[in-house]
């Protein structure tokens, strides 16, 4: 095995080594930075959830009851809940890429039959009611259109002007009751205060921003890779021109002399230091040994 073949193994080795440390390495940040931005995504819904409720019961519920003596009628978009939910039902609804994102106000006993909480979000309003210092819960599910990450808060009765609609049955607003009415049943009553009575919850989907981490980590690991192969090929060419080659003519002229041949031409002393230095050594070494074969040769 020759040295430039030698040289081309062990940079083959130690150039994989560090490829897989740097594909490890930077896989566990990419992945890393797409679930921040999933979890970043969804804070951001749940804040904007948390305003449009702020809102709604800072603005638009008391100019409803303003007019309420004018026009007996219920308005769903002055309950919170309501215009939250319908908020983002509008930007699910959107050409903006948010098909896949998703906002409910999941309720044990809601009033809209659509808050009904189902199946694993049963379990996040039992979870929240049991633990009652849980503020926050966050996870990440299966289903049919890839994983969702969620986010959820706790819905607690926090005021006496939630129990006006969702206390006694007959207390409500018999608008609402109307408004809610299917085959003479309207749930949504008894709520008390501090109660948990169901969970915010934003679920985002990770398969986008995962996609893009893949394909940056594709992109990354094949640019390394080429970087690798064509840094190979140019420290190959130039170790061959600066070491190998002229080393091959000293020991071309070398294993001429030591058979005999004195007559071979004087290297050049041109190069690297060491080469140069090797090269003017060998040109004495030859001059010297012509000399001693003619003196011998003269005797």
């Given at each position: 095995m020759n040295l430039l073949t030698r040289f081309s193994l062990i940079f083959l080795l130690i150039f994989a080594i560090c490829l897989a440390v740097i594909g490890y390495f930077s896989s566990r940040f990419l992945w890393d930075n797409a679930r921040e931005q999933v979890q970043t995504q969804a804070k951001m819904m749940m804040d904007t959830a948390l305003a449009v409720r702020k809102y709604t019961s800072g603005h638009i519920q008391p100019i409803l009851q303003k007019t309420a003596t004018v026009e007996a009628k219920f308005h769903p978009e002055s309950v919170p809940?309501?215009?939250?939910?319908?908020?983002?039902?509008?930007?699910?609804?959107?050409?903006?890429?948010?098909?896949?994102?998703?906002?409910?106000?999941?309720?044990?006993?809601?009033?809209?039959?659509?808050?009904?909480?189902?199946?694993?979000?049963?379990?996040?309003?039992?979870?929240?009611?049991?633990?009652?210092?849980?503020?926050?819960?966050?996870?990440?599910?299966?289903?049919?259109?890839?994983?969702?990450?969620?986010?959820?808060?706790?819905?607690?009765?926090?005021?006496?002007?939630?129990?006006?609609?969702?206390?006694?049955?007959?207390?409500?607003?018999?608008?609402?009751?109307?408004?809610?009415?299917?085959?003479?049943?309207?749930?949504?009553?008894?709520?008390?205060?501090?109660?948990?009575?169901?969970?915010?919850?934003?679920?985002?989907?990770?398969?986008?921003?995962?996609?893009?981490?893949?394909?940056?980590?594709?992109?990354?690991?094949?640019?390394?890779?080429?970087?690798?192969?064509?840094?190979?090929?140019?420290l190959d060419v130039t170790l061959y021109l600066a070491v190998i080659r002229p080393i091959q003519r000293v020991a071309a002229n070398a294993d001429a002399t030591s058979k005999g041949d004195v007559d071979v031409p004087e290297l050049p002393v041109t190069g690297a230091r060491e080469i140069s230095v090797l090269a003017a050594a060998f040109n004495r070494m030859h001059r010297s040994l012509a000399k001693a074969m003619k003196l011998i040769d003269g005797q």
């Amino acid at each position: 095995m020759n040295l430039l073949t030698r040289f081309s193994l062990i940079f083959l080795l130690i150039f994989a080594i560090c490829l897989a440390v740097i594909g490890y390495f930077s896989s566990r940040f990419l992945w890393d930075n797409a679930r921040e931005q999933v979890q970043t995504q969804a804070k951001m819904m749940m804040d904007t959830a948390l305003a449009v409720r702020k809102y709604t019961s800072g603005h638009i519920q008391p100019i409803l009851q303003k007019t309420a003596t004018v026009e007996a009628k219920f308005h769903p978009e002055s309950v919170p809940a309501f215009a939250a939910t319908e908020v983002f039902l509008k930007l699910h609804d959107s050409n903006g890429g948010y098909g896949d994102y998703a906002y409910k106000e999941a309720v044990l006993n809601p009033t809209n039959p659509r808050d009904q909480a189902r199946d694993w979000e049963e379990d996040i309003v039992n979870d929240f009611r049991n633990h009652p210092e849980k503020k926050e819960i966050r996870g990440q599910r299966s289903t049919p259109t890839g994983d969702m990450l969620y986010l959820a808060q706790p819905l607690v009765v926090g005021a006496e002007s939630c129990l006006k609609c969702h206390g006694l049955r007959d207390d409500a607003p018999p608008e609402m009751i109307k408004e809610y009415s299917l085959g003479g049943t309207v749930n949504g009553f008894g709520w008390k205060m501090g109660e948990t009575i169901g969970a915010q919850i934003v679920s985002v989907p990770v398969s986008k921003p995962v996609k893009v981490a893949d394909s940056a980590f594709h992109q990354l690991m094949f640019w390394l890779l080429l970087g690798g192969i064509l840094t190979l090929v140019i420290l190959d060419v130039t170790l061959y021109l600066a070491v190998i080659r002229p080393i091959q003519r000293v020991a071309a002229n070398a294993d001429a002399t030591s058979k005999g041949d004195v007559d071979v031409p004087e290297l050049p002393v041109t190069g690297a230091r060491e080469i140069s230095v090797l090269a003017a050594a060998f040109n004495r070494m030859h001059r010297s040994l012509a000399k001693a074969m003619k003196l011998i040769d003269g005797q």
